[in-house]
């Protein structure tokens, strides 16, 4: 122990023993068999006379900072990503990788500074953003690439290099598709419910199912943003006009508050009203009525979007998890489904 009652440095060993601090660290690590004895005396001696410890956490640490990635998630439950996080968690752990949960206080830029700050401390390999995050949190990095508290960043569903929307998450084509389908069992008058526009997946569904309203020549007797609560979606419903017959809610909790809201105004669902999810969550099938919604595989776009990252930081991580094969879909697997189920009908005549 130095006289100053800390713990000594690996520098003050050397300086003890004669010899550079690679010498001791080599010494630490194993290498003494390559030393001379003499090296080999000195080295100890100094260890001994100075009470040295290795401070293995400290080693741990520094060794494992680049196999840990974080992912960023919202604080608000409703809007936490499980399944994503899920997938994307086994595939870190298949490349070698942790992933740890960082969370998003709010949209501000006051908190994208402070995400930035945390991610800079925590030195992390990569970041995967699984909800929008402020501008004021994004960073460029050296080769262009975007990053945050410089590391690299890879958007689930959120953006791509040039921060445009990008991937399944943020596929709003099946918007159209519901559209159609309750056209095709007579529907003429809808409502939007839509979700938080500042998620590119809840801009994109409105902008689909404007489009396919003009396209049919159907009337949308409204719309409505919701946050992606349950809460939300009974709040819009209190708007939803008599003469709608068809409500589309951006997700599946919205659409539950979209129902039990039409349910205090007696109209029933789905004989006055049909509607409509999105996500297919597991409660989904067992809800009253069970509901119709869009069913996606979200463990794989999170197992596609951790290896996506992989691939601006560890390309021989990449292909541990690639090989691992859980991020793959067979190409004539359709990444989104339209799932039936009693909460559309026909409209009664």
Same mark, same amino acid.
């Given at each position: 122990?130095t006289t100053?009652?800390?713990? $000594?440095?690996?520098?003050?060993?050397?300086?003890?023993?004669?010899?550079? %601090?690679?010498?001791?660290?080599?010494?630490?690590?194993?290498?003494?068999?390559?030393?001379?004895?003499?090296?080999? &005396?000195?080295?100890?001696?100094?260890?001994?006379?100075?009470?040295?410890?290795?401070?293995?956490?400290?080693?741990?640490?520094?060794?494992?900072?680049?196999?840990?990635?974080?992912?960023?998630v919202?604080? @608000?439950?409703?809007?936490m990503?499980?399944?994503v996080?899920?997938?994307?968690?086994?595939?870190?752990?298949? @490349?070698?990788?942790?992933?740890?949960?960082?969370?998003?206080?709010?949209g501000?830029d006051?908190?994208?500074?402070?995400?930035?700050?945390?991610?800079?401390?925590?030195?992390?390999?990569?970041?995967?953003?699984?909800?929008?995050? $402020?501008?004021?949190?994004v960073? &460029?990095?050296?080769?262009?690439?975007?990053?945050?508290?410089g @590391?690299?960043?890879?958007?689930?569903?959120?953006?791509?290099?040039?921060?445009?929307?990008?991937?399944?998450?943020?596929?709003?084509?099946?918007?159209?598709?519901?559209? +159609?389908?309750?056209?095709d069992?007579? %529907?003429?008058?809808?409502f939007?419910?839509?979700?938080d526009?500042?998620?590119?997946? @809840?801009?994109?569904?409105?902008?689909r199912?404007?489009g396919?309203i003009?396209?049919?020549?159907?009337?949308?007797?409204?719309?409505?943003?919701?946050?992606?609560?349950?809460?939300s979606?009974?709040?819009a419903?209190?708007?939803?006009?008599?003469?709608? &017959?068809?409500?589309i809610?951006?997700?599946d909790p919205?659409a539950?508050?979209?129902?039990?809201?039409?349910h205090?105004?007696?109209?029933?669902?789905?004989?006055?009203?049909?509607?409509?999810?999105?996500?297919?969550?597991? +409660?989904?099938a067992?809800?009253v009525?069970?509901? &119709?919604t869009?069913?996606?595989?979200?463990?794989?776009?999170g197992?596609r979007a951790?290896?996506?990252?992989?691939?601006?930081?560890? !390309?021989?991580?990449?292909?541990?998890?690639?090989?691992?094969?859980? %991020?793959?879909?067979?190409?004539?697997? !359709?990444?989104?489904?339209?799932?039936?189920?009693?909460?559309?009908?026909?409209?009664?005549?």
């Amino acid at each position: 122990m130095t006289t100053t009652g800390r713990p $000594p440095t690996i520098h003050e060993v050397a300086r003890e023993a004669g010899v550079s %601090h690679q010498t001791v660290s080599r010494y630490l690590r194993g290498g003494a068999m390559g030393m001379k004895p003499a090296t080999v &005396t000195r080295v100890s001696d100094a260890l001994a006379a100075l009470q040295y410890t290795p401070n293995l956490a400290a080693r741990s640490l520094r060794s494992a900072k680049r196999l840990r990635l974080a992912a960023v998630v919202s604080e @608000a439950p409703e809007r936490m990503p499980l399944r994503v996080l899920q997938g994307a968690s086994a595939a870190a752990r298949a @490349a070698g990788y942790s992933l740890e949960v960082v969370y998003l206080r709010d949209g501000s830029d006051a908190a994208g500074h402070e995400l930035a700050a945390h991610v800079r401390l925590g030195q992390y390999a990569g970041v995967l953003a699984l909800v929008p995050l $402020p501008e004021a949190a994004v960073d &460029t990095l050296p080769d262009g690439a975007p990053g945050l508290g410089g @590391a690299p960043l890879h958007g689930a569903g959120t953006y791509d290099a040039e921060l445009k929307a990008s991937g399944v998450l943020a596929d709003g084509g099946m918007a159209e598709r519901i559209v +159609e389908y309750l056209a095709d069992l007579g %529907h003429r008058v809808f409502f939007h419910v839509a979700g938080d526009q500042g998620w590119a997946s @809840a801009r994109n569904r409105l902008h689909r199912y404007r489009g396919a309203i003009a396209r049919l020549g159907l009337e949308s007797a409204g719309e409505a943003v919701g946050d992606w609560s349950a809460a939300s979606g009974y709040r819009a419903a209190q708007d939803v006009p008599e003469r709608v &017959t068809a409500v589309i809610a951006a997700n599946d909790p919205m659409a539950w508050g979209v129902i039990r809201a039409l349910h205090e105004r007696g109209r029933d669902v789905p004989d006055d009203v049909s509607v409509t999810g999105w996500d297919d969550v597991p +409660e989904a099938a067992f809800s009253v009525p069970s509901l &119709t919604t869009v069913s996606m595989d979200l463990e794989a776009e999170g197992r596609r979007a951790l290896v996506a990252l992989l691939d601006a930081i560890d !390309p021989e991580a990449r292909a541990r998890a690639v090989a691992w094969g859980g %991020h793959e879909t067979p190409a004539d697997s !359709p990444r989104m489904r339209l799932r039936v189920r009693e909460s559309t009908a026909p409209p009664r005549r």
